[in-house]
């Protein structure tokens, strides 16, 4: 199919033939236009045009009995007689038997006496004709009253022809001298008819007349046919012609040629006037061969019929392709998605409404509601004020404040969807997409706007997520690789301990070996602990555990290391039993995490402070105590990795114990908060209290 659509020669063929289709269509329809005028005559002689040709014919038998009369009784001079004898003689011979079928007789005013007629010796006109035609003939001019009796009349040479198109005109003539003219004139009687079916041998008007018609009306159907089966080839070849259009070799979909690139209206309104001009043509021909064929018949050659006939029809063909030109580039156009880009007038619109409307954005959003309410305002005022006299203004009232509140309800819902977007934007759900379909421009704008902010932090959280995920991955690998060595190291290291060393210097080493390889293997503990921790990746079993229980026995194992710093633990821990809902492995690390702090960051000879309370569903563990050093740290900031008070870090600390000790009282489902106040040092952890 594609290369059907792509073929130049098949184009070319199909425009051949949509002109050569056409012309014959309008060639063979005018035909049949003309036949359809005669398909419901009775007989030919019914016809106007038969009509027209016996008014012709009494028109000439005037002009023959009036130049006789001349002749007889005016005593013409010679060059006069000699013109009229010679009209006389052409007329005679016009009006013979064997010239035309015609035949006519003039009586005079009482019908006894036959003055002039083309039939033979002994034969009667009603033989001849079967239908008569009566006229009459007087001498002078018409007059007043006469041309009241009759439907038509006409002078020449000083006598007047009268005749009845209707009604008496196929009856004889029964009036009186008096109803002619006033005055005494003579008057004479004109009787023709012809027969229903002339001799065909004969080329005067009346035979070919006959000719004509009984062609019409025996090729009615068959010209109608052709007429019909031509125009459906035509628009069959104009349906492949759109079809194809646009459509060339090498190219995917349709592509634009010069005159699809001219403005579209200016092309409509060019080919509408030559259209027009061609559709007046036509008419103008047709009419002109209508009105000879049908009203006014004259004898036309068939040449020259063929030649009206075919201009007729090479301007329908024209007519034709200018309406495929049309078709063709509104099918290409639309084909290609540009039948808008190549209209001038749907650009100017365009351009208008783009500049009126950035116009109008350009106003802050507060002047465009009050432009908005002022011209609702004076509109809606005259509206009401019209509508008190007139009742289509009061149907026009209430519609457009009908129209007014559907705006302000479309509105109102935009921003119900644009509030519940943002609720759930705000509430966490980073992928939320706020709908900014059929949405307002100033909500659609903020929407899109949150749209954006929404995929920025998805973004950006996603992107910290996989950093944290980087890291732990990290820690969790270096941490396995130093397990290796660091295990050797110990081993080796507890083997030189066995041994007897005669050195003390060689002792002392061994002993910084074992502390330090101690120290860094509880440094690896940490890091996998808290890249554990910070993932979420700890398995949580919480159920109901006593949290005074843990934190004595948390005490227990740390009082002999606080007192070697002297210092001393003030606990507050409430009566009875408090339960929390945690789990117990996590929770025990917390508060040894605490105790451990203390006992290396707190200041010798101070006191530490625990105190547990409960209360509103929640169970909180307070330790307080006085900095060694100095923090001018924020708290978020002591909470980090590696990030101790000691900036020195001449002590042994890791830095994880409180980043540890927080991300397991959140996996718990609890907070971890820290508050710093000079030198004082407070970390709160707070659980679920558990019935």
């Known amino acids: 199919m594609n290369r059907l659509q792509t073929n130049p020669l098949g184009k070319a063929a199909a425009w051949v033939l949509l002109l050569l289709f056409s012309f014959g269509s309008f060639y063979f329809g005018f035909q049949a236009i003309l036949a359809l005028s005669c398909s419901g005559l009775g007989s030919w002689q019914d016809s106007s045009a038969f009509r027209n040709l016996i008014q012709n014919y009494e028109i000439r038998l005037t002009q023959y009995f009036a130049d006789k009369r001349s002749l007889e009784e005016d005593s013409p001079s010679y060059m006069i007689r000699q013109q009229l004898e010679s009209d006389i003689r052409e007329i005679e011979a016009d009006l013979t ?30 033989q001849k004709a079967e239908k008569i035609y009566y006229s009459v003939l007087q001498k002078g001019d018409s007059t007043p009253e006469a041309q009241a009796q009759w439907d ?152 020259e019929l063929i030649l009206i006939y075919s201009s007729i029809a090479l301007l329908g063909s024209v007519f034709m392709a200018v309406i495929a030109l049309t078709l063709r580039t509104f099918a290409v156009r639309c084909k290609a998605h540009a ?43 005259f509206l009401f004020t019209q509508s008190m006299y007139d009742g289509f203004y009061m149907l026009f009232y209430l519609t457009f404040n009908l129209i007014v509140l559907i705006l302000l309800c479309w509105w109102t819902m935009a921003f119900r969807r644009l509030r519940k977007g943002s609720e759930a934007i705000a509430a966490g759900n980073l992928t939320h997409q706020i709908d900014t379909h059929r949405m307002p421009l100033d909500l659609r704008r903020h929407a899109e706007a949150l ?91 919480r159920e109901k555990i006593s949290m005074g229980q843990l934190i004595d026995q948390a005490l227990g194992e740390w009082t002999e290391k606080l007192e070697e710093r002297k210092l001393t633990v003030v606990s507050s821990i409430p009566e009875g039993e408090t339960w929390v809902y945690a789990d117990g492995r996590h929770l025990w690390r917390v508060i040894d995490n605490l105790l451990s702090n203390c006992a290396k960051y707190a200041m010798e000879g101070t006191r530490i402070y625990l105190d547990l309370t409960r209360g509103k569903g929640q169970v909180a563990l307070s330790v307080k105590n006085i900095s060694r050093d100095a923090l001018n740290i924020p708290p978020e900031r002591l909470m980090e990795r590696f990030v101790r008070g000691d900036e020195s870090r001449t002590t042994e600390g890791s830095g994880l114990g409180l980043s540890i000790a927080r991300s397991l009282t959140e996996l718990q489902g609890g907070t971890f908060d820290l508050t710093v106040d000079g030198d004082l040092f407070k970390a709160t952890v707070t659980m679920p209290q558990a019935n």
């Not at 650009?347 to 432009?371: C, E, K, M, N, Q």
């Not at 944290?468 to 295990?487: C, G, M, Q, W, Y």
């Open 97 to 126: 038997p064997a010239s035309t079928p015609f035949r006519y007789q003039i009586r005079s005013s009482d019908g006894t006496a036959i003055l002039e007629s083309n039939l033979a010796e002994g034969e009667e006109l009603s």
């Open 339 to 381: 039948l808008a880009r190549t209209t001038l007038t749907v650009r100017v619109i365009l351009w208008l409404y783009r500049g009126s409307r950035d116009l109008v954005l350009s106003l802050p959003f507060t002047w465009r509601v009050i432009a908005a309410y002022v011209l609702y305002f004076f509109l809606n005022l």
């Open 451 to 541: 749209n954006n902010i929404s995929v920025g932090l998805a973004s950006a959280v996603d992107e910290k997520m996989r950093s944290e995920r980087f890291k732990a991955e990290l820690i969790t690998n270096v941490s396995h690789d130093l397990k290796t060595p660091l295990t050797s190291i110990i081993n080796y290291v507890n083997l030189l301990k066995t041994t007897d060393q005669a050195d003390p210097k060689a002792q002392e080493y061994i002993e910084v070996l074992d502390r330090k390889s101690l120290r860094l293997k509880k440094l690896t503990e940490d890091l996998v602990e808290a890249s554990k921790a910070s993932t979420g990746v700890l398995s949580v079993n």
């Open 152 to 303: 038509w009349n006409y002078t020449i040479d000083g006598y007047t022809l009268y005749s009845n198109m209707f009604g008496s005109f196929y009856e004889p003539v029964s009036t009186t001298k008096d109803t002619l003219d006033p005055q005494p004139s003579p008057y004479y009687i004109i009787e023709c008819g012809v027969p229903l079916q002339p001799d065909g041998q004969m080329s005067d008007a009346f035979s070919m007349l006959y000719a004509q018609i009984s062609a019409f009306q025996v090729n009615l159907n068959s010209w109608s046919a052709l007429s019909l089966g031509l125009l459906l080839a035509a628009l069959l070849c104009l349906s492949f012609i759109l079809w194809a259009s646009g459509r060339r070799l090498g190219t995917e979909g349709p592509v634009l040629s010069w005159q699809d690139r001219i403005f579209f209206d200016l092309y409509f309104f060019t080919a509408l006037c030559a259209g027009t001009a061609l559709f007046a043509g036509m008419l103008a021909l047709g009419e002109n061969l209508y009105y000879l064929y049908v009203h006014s018949y004259s004898s036309v050659l068939p040449s």
